[in-house]
């Protein structure tokens, strides 16, 4: 266990407290109720209503959370953890709330009635019934997905086989976080795992409570992975922690999904515990998963909610997930939101500039998407500078760092389809690099004014040359905006120098004007160099102040034409 993992386990007082399988059911729940201190809650949404649904002869509890009015593209029943005998809505309270705020599903959490005193089949009866009446009331028709974790991870993955072997509820998808997929005490993770939070001895307390005759336990409603077929089964995103006792027998689950030709992604997070999800306001690891796992969600969903398109075979077209206020925004594309997992996961892993991204086969298995989105993703990334694509043996996907270039060429894009003047530019630069060297005189480094003066000096030394001029004058500013201590500014600066380069469209700089430039340069780094916030400001916008008059008198012509990509290449 990790520093960080551990942080709970003194919190809780967990190391001193007797172990989970010494306590009563009653003990269990409420130690387990005491855990949701460690969430750090969810995001509002539109509504949050706690409801009842009838099952035999009787009625759950259940939750509906609404991300906004009207119509949602799909609906996802969710059932919590808790080893079958533990946990309630609250339990995963914060998880739905992110799954319904990130994905635009309705997310309906049911409140399975609990063992011992209501062993299997109950718990997973309450589910499937749960899970047909949403179909129905809820979903009404519409897309529908099952999720869960931990012990509501075993039943969402049962009734997703229940669904296919009885046909129906169409399900579109599976969401399945550390789940219990069989009931082999032998596989090697229940030997490697901590104790903290779950171990052998509490999962053996829990299948007790649970089925508490073992002859039972290969019926795939209780152990899917013991199902004679898994083909069928809607596409799968699975989660596994490292430390977890439940890591084999989940991937062993990922991996029959895979031979039955059902999709599937597998996220790993090999530092973490078991139910860390619950640990998202003590644990930074556990915080930084929640994006990805809705990331990975709405990828897996997008088929189903792209406009016009049918996801499975049987499934009406569907209409785009509509947010108020958003009339005519683009809904992300499948590949678009790979990209951005797949940016995730560089970011994760730590790559630089240089590192290969694993083969085509490792990725397109890891994703669970077809070669064609594969490749429409990294194509997206190659543009956006993230990655190059080396071609012929031995290539593939090689990071990059998005650079300035990158950027410009957004910028441009934007303003040519807005009718903008290259006057735009120079006007934004008027605003912006007052500021940015206010910030420069506060907080530049002893580096960055050496590299300031080098500047000033190189020009002054240079006046001549027009093109050492230009380099100059580039450098000087970029100096400026990344000592300033304010990354927005390096890049921003990049990219509208880039756009606007007086050379490039037509601007002239005779040798008096460039003396003039070095002028005001050397009274820029004399305020910064004196840490003079105000001072710097000041000769900062008499310098653009000066540039501007200069271009209007000069050369009006070009300050009032409009910005169009490629007229700088």
Same mark, same amino acid.
């Given at each position: ?8 386990t ?25 855990g949701?201190?460690?969430?750090s809650?969810?995001?509002r949404l ?6 009842t ?5 009787? +009625? ?6 609404r991300?906004?009015p ?16 533990t ?28 063992a ?18 949403a179909a129905?009331?809820?979903? +009404? ?5 099952v999720?869960g ?26 969401l ?13 993770s ?14 053996r307390?829990?299948w007790?409570?649970y ?9 795939p ?18 989660v ?9 027998e989940g ?7 895979r031979? +039955?030709?059902?999709?599937?992604s597998?996220?790993?997070?090999p ?15 556990a ?40 009339a005519?925004?683009?809904p ?17 892993r ?37 990655? %190059? ?32 003047p ?22 530049? %480094?002893?580096g ?9 000096d ?30 927005l ?5 990049? +990219?509208?120098?880039g756009?606007l380069?007086? %050379? ?19 009274r ?9 916030p ?36």
């Amino acid at each position: 266990m990790d520093g960080e993992t551990a942080r709970p386990t003194a919190a809780t007082g967990s190391s001193a407290a007797p172990p989970l399988h010494l306590l009563t059911p009653a003990e269990a729940r409420e130690r387990v109720r005491q855990g949701d201190a460690l969430c750090s809650g969810g995001p509002r949404l539109h509504t949050v209503d706690d409801i009842t649904i009838p099952v035999d002869g009787a +009625a759950v509890s259940a939750r509906v959370y609404r991300p906004g009015p009207g119509t949602a593209p799909c609906t996802m029943v969710y059932f919590h953890g808790g080893g079958w005998v533990t946990g309630d809505l609250e339990y995963s309270d914060e998880l739905c709330r992110h799954l319904a705020h990130d994905t635009g599903c309705v997310v309906v959490s049911v409140g399975y009635r609990l063992a011992p005193e209501h062993p299997f089949p109950v718990p997973f009866t309450d589910a499937y019934t749960s899970l047909a009446w949403a179909a129905d009331k809820v979903a +009404a028709g519409g897309p529908l997905a099952v999720g869960g974790d931990s012990a509501g991870g075993n039943l969402a993955a049962a009734c997703a086989l229940h669904a296919r072997d009885r046909g129906g509820p169409r399900l579109e998808f599976q969401l399945l976080v550390y789940p219990v997929t069989d009931h082999d005490f032998t596989r090697p993770s229940y030997t490697r795992s901590a104790a903290f939070p779950l171990g052998a001895e509490a999962m053996r307390w829990f299948w007790d409570h649970y089925a508490a005759d073992p002859a039972i336990r290969d019926d795939p409603a209780l152990s899917p992975l013991r199902a004679a077929s898994l083909a069928g089964l809607p596409p799968a995103h699975i989660v596994l922690a490292g430390r977890d006792p439940l890591h084999d027998e989940g991937a062993a689950y990922a991996e029959r999904l895979r031979a +039955a030709d059902v999709p599937v992604s597998l996220r790993e997070y090999p530092a973490l515990g078991h139910g860390f999800f619950r640990l998202t306001g003590a644990v930074d690891a556990a915080r930084d998963a929640l994006p990805e796992l809705t990331a990975a969600v709405a990828a897996a969903l997008a088929p189903a909610l792209a406009p016009g398109t049918t996801a499975r075979p049987g499934r009406a077209r569907l209409p785009g997930r509509q947010i108020p206020g958003t009339a005519g925004v683009r809904p992300k594309k499948t590949a678009e939101l790979l990209a951005q997992r797949i940016v995730a996961d560089i970011d994760r892993r730590g790559n630089t500039v240089g590192d290969r991204l694993p083969p085509e086969r490792e990725m397109l298995l890891a994703y669970g998407v077809g070669r064609g989105t594969l490749r429409e993703a990294l194509r997206f990334l190659e543009l956006q500078g993230v990655i %190059s694509l080396k071609p012929g043996p031995g290539g593939g996907p090689v990071v990059q760092r998005p650079d300035a270039g990158n950027l410009a060429a957004a910028l441009t894009l934007l303003l040519q389809f807005s009718g903008a003047p290259f006057r735009t530019i120079a006007e934004a630069r008027s605003g912006l690099e007052p500021m940015m060297a206010r910030l420069a005189a506060e907080r530049m %480094s002893p580096g960055h004014l050496t590299d300031l003066r080098s500047s000033v000096d190189v020009m002054g030394a240079n006046l001549a040359d027009q093109a050492v001029f230009l380099e100059e004058n580039k450098r000087f500013h970029d100096v400026i905006a990344h000592g300033s201590g304010n990354a927005l500014f390096g890049h921003m600066v990049d +990219a509208l120098l880039g756009i606007l380069d007086g %050379s490039a469209i037509g601007i002239d700089y005779p040798e008096a004007r460039r003396s003039a430039v070095h002028r005001a340069h050397l009274r820029i780094y004399e305020a910064i160099a004196s840490r003079d916030p105000a001072a710097s400001a000041g000769a900062m916008t008499l310098h653009i102040d000066e540039y501007i008059r200069y271009a209007e008198r000069k050369f009006p012509e070009v300050l009032a034409a409009p910005i169009v990509w490629g007229a700088l290449s």
